[in-house]
């Protein structure tokens, strides 16, 4: 699996977001920033949808990577208990059927579906949605 | 300095689209405008204060207004930029160092939505190449929280947007000065949920200048004093939730720079909310002129619903807010921004509105602008 980032994420099966918690505050935000003021830390892989949105255009390329045909896409904000809130698309769920405070779970999507080697990016979907 | 810094000259030139003139040629215009309403020359001006993000340094105008040596310092603070050129000005007039000077501000910006790349705002690259450096899909998911917590409908949004074009019609200086009726608004296509495209301001072009004077200098010009009572400019404080945020605190989204530039400036003034007549708020978006309302100490969240139903930000209402449209109607050149705001309480309280003029001979008058990276600006004027 090609990831879009190194570091994003943890080896693990299935995967973790790493954070990172800064080592004076404990304040935990993601991406985890370079340097020594911020140690890794695996992220809940579930949590509840705090925010969203859909993406009804196609974002400017650079810096957009994703495919030339573009489909709308959901695209949240995912609060982690006790940890964070990240950004992160949302899959497996149709539009209408997203709504602020639905139970989600770290899943890995394709950046362009129609690629036969894609990139993957983070996402959630809904709990217990599908194996 | 003993009284107030006074406004005694604005200028503008027409926001939106102009072929064939620079940006900088656009801030010139409006200097000359403002020059010939104080009924001063350009050698009289002692210094400058000049904003621009996108159409080059401000500085350059001497060559076009004079070569008097004058001193002009170029400003660029994000969406605040105009904000900050005025807050400086009032600043050297306030200090005694200059009796009278200039803020302008200016911008040119190429069409459709800004292009940012994360390098500029220290984001990895990957974050663009998901597709997440937009600011409509931050302002996005930004009203949607709000609208979730506080009761706020898609109606409500769009009864901002038709009260903006509905103002515009009577401001020469707007850009989109047709009406749209509601269902136009919410009928029309989806930018980013829940905003259609009537909803979001667009990049555009425009020039504003102000003359700033101590008051014993405004006296002898013979202008009626528009006094700025308080100008501050803040940054974020913890738990904002602001554009290009890949995480956000836990509890975030509830603090931000507006309220505390606007508490500021209300203690710096000596009143509140309630004494205010009418208010130009920051709205690149509909829901950021709902959401302004309430940072600015105007009403409690959730309380938007029910002044837009019952139309008291209307011109004839209890606080009209964005009386030229505001950003909506007029876009967003973003160095010039924040002095249009000013350039229209003048209007307002100098009693030149003529079809958008607020009614009952209005005393104060207060802007705001908000900006990326969490930055605000805000003013109160009075006659």
Request: charged share 25%; hydrophobic share 25%; net charge negative.
């Given at each position: 699996m090609r990831l879009i980032a190194e570091g994003l994420v943890t080896d693990d099966t299935p995967p973790c977001l790493i954070g990172g918690r800064e080592r004076d505050s404990g304040r935990v935000v993601f991406p985890c920033p370079p340097g020594e003021r911020y140690e890794p830390v695996a992220l809940s892989r579930t949590g509840t949808l705090w925010s969203w949105t859909i993406q009804r255009y196609r974002p400017k390329s650079p810096p957009y990577a994703g495919p030339e045909a573009f489909r709308p896409w959901a695209v949240g904000y995912v609060e982690l208990p006790d940890q964070v809130i990240v950004e992160a698309r949302l899959a497996d769920v149709a539009f209408e059927d997203i709504h602020i405070g639905m139970a989600l779970e770290l899943t890995m999507i394709p950046l362009?579906?129609?690629?036969?080697d894609p990139v993957m990016i983070p996402a959630f979907r809904p709990a217990g949605a599908a194996a | 300095m003993s009284g107030d810094v006074c406004i005694v000259g604005i200028g503008i030139h027409p926001f939106g689209r102009t072929d064939g003139l620079s940006g900088l040629d656009q801030g010139v215009y409006a200097v000359r405008q403002a020059l010939a309403d104080a009924g001063i020359d350009w050698p009289q001006i002692q210094f400058a204060y000049g904003s621009s993000d996108a159409a080059g340094n401000p500085d350059t105008m001497v060559e076009r207004l004079g070569l008097t040596g004058v001193q002009f310092i170029n400003v660029r603070n994000g969406c605040a930029a105009g904000g900050s050129a005025l807050f400086s000005a009032q600043m050297a007039i306030k200090s005694g160092e200059f009796e009278i000077g200039l803020a302008v501000g200016f911008d040119k910006h190429p069409r459709g939505a800004f292009n940012a790349m994360p390098a500029e705002y220290n984001l990895p690259d990957w974050y663009g190449e998901a597709g997440y450096m937009i600011t409509t899909q931050f302002f996005a998911a930004k009203i949607m929280r709000y609208m979730h917590l506080h009761g706020i409908s898609q109606t409500t949004l769009a009864r901002v947007a038709n009260k903006a074009f509905r103002n515009a019609v009577h401001a020469p200086h707007a850009w989109r000065r047709e009406p749209v009726d509601m269902e136009t608004i919410l009928e029309?296509?989806?930018?980013?949920?829940?905003?259609?495209?009537?909803?979001f301001c667009s990049p555009a072009e425009g020039g504003v200048a102000l003359i700033l004077a101590s008051e014993k200098k405004a006296r002898e010009l013979g202008k009626p004093l528009i006094r700025l009572k308080a100008a501050t400019m803040r940054t974020r404080p913890p738990k904002s939730f602001e554009v290009f945020a890949p995480s956000i605190d836990i509890g975030g989204g509830t603090a931000t720079a507006t309220q505390i530039a606007s508490a500021d400036a209300f203690r710096m003034a000596g009143i509140g909310p309630e004494d205010i007549a009418l208010a130009q708020l920051q709205d690149t978006e509909c829901g950021a002129e709902i959401m302004h309302m309430a940072e600015n100490g105007f009403c409690r969240d959730g309380e938007q619903e029910a002044w837009l139903a019952e139309g008291r930000t209307e011109i004839g209402g209890r606080l009209p807010v964005?009386?030229?449209?505001?950003c909506l109607a007029c876009g967003e050149p973003i160095g010039a921004s924040g002095l249009r705001q000013v350039y229209e309480n003048v209007v307002q309280l100098r009693g030149d509105g003529g079809g958008r003029q607020v009614p009952g001979n209005p005393k104060t008058a207060y802007s705001h602008v908000y900006g990326a990276p969490g930055v605000s600006a805000v003013t109160i004027l009075e006659r």
């Open positions: 362009d579906p129609e690629a036969a | 029309a296509p989806l930018v980013s949920d829940p905003y259609t495209k009537y909803m964005n009386t030229d449209g505001g």
